[in-house]
């Protein structure tokens, strides 16, 4: 088997007396759907934000296809290709939804020019498609702060897809998304992640799209992986029946 | 469109008064002075960062033209303008390299400290700088050629609103431009920022140099025309008042400061002839106004006749 694209090794980070990681091993390997599950407050964010470098581990190492990013900082990661939605979106609130992408295209490629506009005709168009592909098309020229939430998501993921990333790490992804546009949604976003192939890791609490979805589900609990196989066994195991998706 | 007529038409207005009020000349010759860093303050103030210490910039780009005239005997105009302009962006190089860290209260005092070191050097370094007496600054040649003090003073006005507008229109594609586009965003969401890949610190280096040379040509000329500096250009009053003047004209295009600085400066000499105690109660009460009736300053008012102008 290839080396996995992520490596994450014995990694630990402590806020006061939560153990928010607890010796997480984990590979993310390239091309899979992974899906993380587990109750509120055990560990799921704090994951992401240690593998892009906004939380620096107390111990172990974070590997990115051998390269250790463990103390690297967020656009370092980023530049090397992992991109990241947010629980929270976070978004440019002083621009409309079509500048928030612009930006996020433009960070992509060539960024440093300080004569020529912002909203090239090149940059306007990718803007656009990202904007249809996450379902905002009719939003552009929305102030994004006053969106809806499930709207503001949906920026916020299309922020991440314009970095064109390799791995892609999507914080609960569908929370705040009216109901019946999950799916739709879902469809959308894997569709563009298998045609690119793009590497996903997504946290998830509704387990119909975690069975639909993911190639394979890992189970965090209290800052450690409790179970990770293919989500047929994992959903039905029945300490993560009980332990977690029952509290879910 | 209709935004760039109202400014040219603006323009043409402040190139038009000083002809019927010869006096005014010299008021509006300060009005570029103030406006060029109070331009260079409203730069940083888009990106939520408040300068209590641009000043030093502005004494920098004075002194500049100080020492090459009455240290140097470079009385040429040109070369003092740039050497202003390339001083004090190597002074905002140094300095903006450790401002770039700090956010809120932290960089307005962490400004407002370096520029009262700069104030004190100043006042002290007798034998460089003239200590409190200052500098005198001659009239300087222009394009090789001898003029006398009151053509000067019309090439300066002129040429100076000539400057203006050059330097308007480039810090206007500037501000467009991602990088300046990124500024707003640093007030907004520094960390997303960061989740593009793109270095914060750099985008606000760039535009603290950038602010920097704007307030030093804005030291320059006002060294230029008043022919006398002290120390007081760095004293922290002047950095508040150009905080002022970019948040009376607004921070919604290049044309604000400028007009927020005619409108302090014209209070400020009409109050010395007609009202010589009420000139702060004027400007408090205009800015009072401007807060509570125009959050986006002055140059607010173009922006809502151009957006109308813009409906169908
Ligand atoms: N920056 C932080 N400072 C203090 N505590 C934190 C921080 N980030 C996370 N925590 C704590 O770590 C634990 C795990 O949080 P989190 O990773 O957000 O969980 P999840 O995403 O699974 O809900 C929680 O108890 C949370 O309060
Ligand atoms: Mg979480």
Do not use: C
């Not at chain 1, 992408?101 to 960024?111: D, E, P, S, T």
């Not at chain 1, 499930?150 to 993921?157: C, E, M, P, S, V």
């Not at chain 2, 007529?5 to 008021?27: C, E, K, N, S």
């Amino acid at each position: 088997m290839s080396a996995p694209l992520l490596s994450v090794r014995g990694v630990r980070v402590a806020f006061g007396g939560v153990k928010a990681a607890d010796g997480v091993d984990l590979d993310v390997n390239a091309g899979e759907f992974l899906a993380i599950i587990g109750p509120n407050g055990s560990g799921k964010t704090t994951f992401i934000n240690l593998a892009t470098g906004y939380v620096k581990p107390q111990a172990g190492t974070i590997r990115l296809e051998g390269r250790d990013i463990t103390s690297a900082r967020p656009r370092d990661v980023t530049k090397l290709g992992i991109a990241r939605a947010f629980q929270i979106p976070q978004l440019f609130t002083e621009h409309t939804v079509l500048e928030n992408l612009m930006l996020a295209v433009a960070a992509n490629q060539g960024f440093w020019r300080w004569q020529s506009p912002l909203g090239s005709p090149a940059v306007r168009e990718a803007a656009m498609d990202l904007l249809t592909t996450v379902g905002l098309a009719d939003m552009v020229g929305a102030s994004s702060n006053a969106l809806n939430e499930g709207a503001r998501k949906l920026t916020d993921i299309a922020l991440a897809l314009a970095l064109k990333p390799r791995l892609l790490l999507l914080d609960e992804p569908t929370a705040g998304v009216s109901t019946d546009e999950k799916f739709p949604l879902m469809d959308r976003l894997a569709a563009v992640l298998r045609e690119r192939g793009v590497t996903a890791v997504f946290v998830e609490h509704d387990m119909d799209l975690v069975r639909r979805y993911a190639d394979r589900v890992v189970v965090w609990n209290q800052g450690r992986v409790v179970a990770d196989g293919a989500p047929d066994a994992v959903l039905t195991d029945p300490a993560v029946l009980r332990d977690v998706v029952g509290v879910l | 469109m209709l935004h760039f007529i109202i400014i040219l038409a603006l323009a043409a207005a402040f190139a038009a008064i000083p002809a019927f009020f010869p006096w005014l000349a010299f008021v509006f010759t300060l009005v570029l002075a103030k406006g060029f860093a109070a331009l260079g303050v409203a730069i940083l103030l888009r990106a939520g960062l408040i300068s209590i210490g641009h000043a030093l910039f502005y004494a920098v780009g004075a002194y500049t033209v100080g020492f090459l005239s009455s240290r140097a005997g470079v009385n040429l105009l040109i070369p003092q303008l740039v050497a202003a302009a390339v001083v004090s962006g190597l002074f905002g190089l140094v300095i903006g390299l450790f401002m770039v860290r700090y956010r809120g209260i932290f960089f307005a005092m962490l400004n407002l400290a370096v520029s009262m070191v700069g104030y004190t050097l100043l006042s002290k370094l007798y034998t460089l700088t003239g200590g409190t007496d200052g500098l005198s600054i001659a009239t300087p040649r222009v394009l090789g050629m001898t003029v006398g003090r009151e053509a000067f003073e019309a090439i300066l006005l002129y040429g100076g609103l000539g400057l203006a507008f050059v330097v308007g229109i480039v810090v206007h594609r500037y501000l467009k431009s991602p990088m300046g586009e990124a500024l707003p965003a640093v007030e907004s969401n520094e960390i997303r920022l960061e989740y593009l890949g793109i270095a914060v610190p750099r985008v606000l280096l760039f535009a603290y140099v950038g602010s920097a040379v704007l307030a030093g040509i804005g030291g320059a000329i006002h060294a230029l025309i008043v022919g006398h500096i002290t120390p007081d250009l760095a004293y922290w009053t002047t950095s508040g008042q150009l905080v002022l003047v970019a948040v009376l004209g607004g921070i919604g295009g290049v044309a604000g400061p400028f007009i927020g600085a005619t409108f302090l400066e014209s209070v400020r000499a009409a109050a010395v002839i007609y009202a010589p105690d009420a000139w702060n109660i004027i400007i408090g009460a205009g800015l009072l106004v401007v807060i509570f009736f125009l959050p986006r300053g002055l140059h607010g008012l173009i922006e809502r006749i151009t957006r109308k102008g813009e409906r169908p």
